[in-house]
């Protein structure tokens, strides 16, 4: 079995224990069986351990409901491997149909972003991450249009808009850093390991934050009214996992985010335009309100010139 099937098992099972309420082992094993794959007994035990053990998510049998069920509490990065399985079986599919037919790619539309550039940085920084390794590179800074040679203390990968980030610790700082690896170049995994900062979770808090940009704001509530369809496309891709539907009816579709508001967060409203209003808080409703004034003011003297 290829690497490839035994991800997508791995898929299946979670899939099968979010969707339903408890599964019984039988109900995992006939949804294996519907979906291609005949395996015994052991086999999803074995799946089960290795979710667990590779993946740090812990499935657990509830002799109360006589099912099984994600302990999330227990269990590190949930929704990061989520996403993880989601990209593996795209992958896996986009692969399966290209086998099949070389015409696929004709009837297939990629964005042009140039999110793989960089690409052939991951494995390396994932690598250094794992073993707690300083990296060096040159990094070209897009606002000072300079190239500036740095030594990092990398903690955390991050995809963002399918783009690729390095998070860590410059030599001789204390705070935390993001650089884009598209413009990381001459990387050098460096022999010298270093300690972690317990006190330092980016990952934690990306959990809180839109985007790329660390903001001195604290978490709060964020309450955005949008109309009515633009209510429906955004219930269908969240802005944030915390995003809550508060009204929904034929005047508007409400919501709240829970989170640090920052650049992203400004920008994602920015974008919607005059298809959301931003309720709560006060200072944010004010901040979007001189934004749209002084990009109208913009207008207005470019027809005065």
């Known amino acids: 079995m290829s690497k490839h099937g035994e991800i997508r098992r791995y898929s299946l099972i979670i899939e099968k224990i979010r969707r339903e309420q408890y599964p019984a082992f039988r109900e995992i094993k006939d949804y294996l069986y519907e979906h291609g794959f005949q395996v015994g007994d052991r086999t999803i035990q074995r799946d089960i351990e290795q ?15 006589k099912g099984y069920c994600i302990d999330y509490e227990n269990s590190l990065n949930v929704e990061s491997f989520f996403h993880f399985l989601e990209i593996v079986n795209t992958a ?6 290209l086998m099949e037919s070389k015409d696929t790619l004709k009837h297939i539309s990629f964005d042009t ?8 940085n991951l494995k390396p920084l994932l690598r250094a991450i794992k073993e707690k390794r300083k990296v060096s590179f040159k ?4 606002h000072t249009e300079k190239t500036t040679d740095y030594t990092l203390k990398p903690y955390l990968l991050r995809e963002y808009k ?6 860590g610790i410059v030599a001789g700082t204390k705070n935390l850093r993001i650089f ?3 413009r990381i170049l001459n990387l050098e995994i460096r022999t ?14 990306f959990d809180q934050t839109i985007g790329l940009i660390f903001s001195q704001n604290t978490v709060q509530d964020v309450i955005l009214s949008f109309t009515p369809t633009q209510g429906k496309y955004i219930k269908t891709l969240p802005l944030h996992k915390s995003q809550q539907v508060l009204v ?15 650049y992203e967060l400004t920008q994602e409203i920015l974008r919607h335009g005059d298809t959301v209003k931003v309720l709560e808080p006060a200072w944010l409703a004010g901040e979007i309100q001189k934004i749209l004034k002084n990009t109208l003011e913009k207008y207005n003297t470019d027809r005065r010139l």
């Not at 590779?54 to 509830?62: G, L, Q, S, V």
Request: charged residues 30%; contains cysteine; proline residues 3%.
């Open 113 to 120: 972003g140039g999110g793989l550039k960089g690409i052939e």
């Open 248 to 262: 929904d009816n034929r005047h508007e579709c409400r919501i709240k985010l829970h989170v640090i508001p920052n």
């Open 139 to 142: 990094h070209y800074n897009f």
């Open 92 to 97: 896996e599919l986009l692969t399966e149909s």
């Open 51 to 65: 979710i667990r053990y590779d993946f740090c998510i812990e499935i657990k049998y509830d002799r109360t409901h």
């Open 180 to 182: 884009g690896i598209e």
């Open 192 to 205: 010298e390991t270093f300690r972690t900062d317990k006190n330092l979770d980016p990952a934690r808090l």
């Open 162 to 167: 399918n783009r690729w980030y390095v998070v």
